[in-house]
Nanobody, 125 residues
Framework: QVQLVESGGGLVQAGDSLRLSCAASGRTFNNNAMGWFRQAPGKEREFVAAIAGSGTSTVYADSVKGRFTISRDNAKDTVYLAMNILKPEDTAVYCC??????????????????WGQGTQVTVSS
């Protein structure tokens, strides 16, 4: 059974940092693109960042570019999202996702097959 389990969310103040983790089990995704999405209350799920299976290519939403960094440790089957200079508008449930493709420029939900349950990030002003 394939599982993606996120952790690291919490309540922080504006300007703080958090690092989210997404651990995969049930199969390896070392050659697969992985991504992070988020969903705020009353809004659609939106793309945040993605990384290629090789880890050499990444892509970010304009709203997080320069503040967030996606990375992966294939030895641990884990993907990370380092979030700096957090803003109240970053408040959302953050979910990781795994694609059956290897490329890194995957920003559409339809390009991902497996999803985690998500972890809540709340940024107070």
């Amino acid at each position: 059974q394939v599982q993606l389990v996120e952790s690291g969310g919490g309540l922080v103040q504006a300007g703080d940092s958090l690092r989210l983790s997404c651990a995969a089990s049930g199969r390896t995704f070392n050659n697969n693109a992985m991504g992070w999405f988020r969903q705020a209350p009353g809004k659609e799920r939106e793309f945040v960042a993605a990384i290629a299976g090789s880890g050499t290519s990444t892509v970010y939403a304009d709203s997080v570019k320069g503040r967030f960094t996606i990375s992966r440790d294939n030895a641990k089957d884990t993907v990370y999202l380092a979030m700096n200079i957090l803003k109240p508008e970053d408040t959302a449930v953050y979910c990781c996702a795994a694609s059956e493709r290897g490329g890194g420029f995957l920003s559409r939900r339809s390009e991902y097959t497996y999803w985690g349950q998500g972890t809540q990030v709340t940024v107070s002003s």
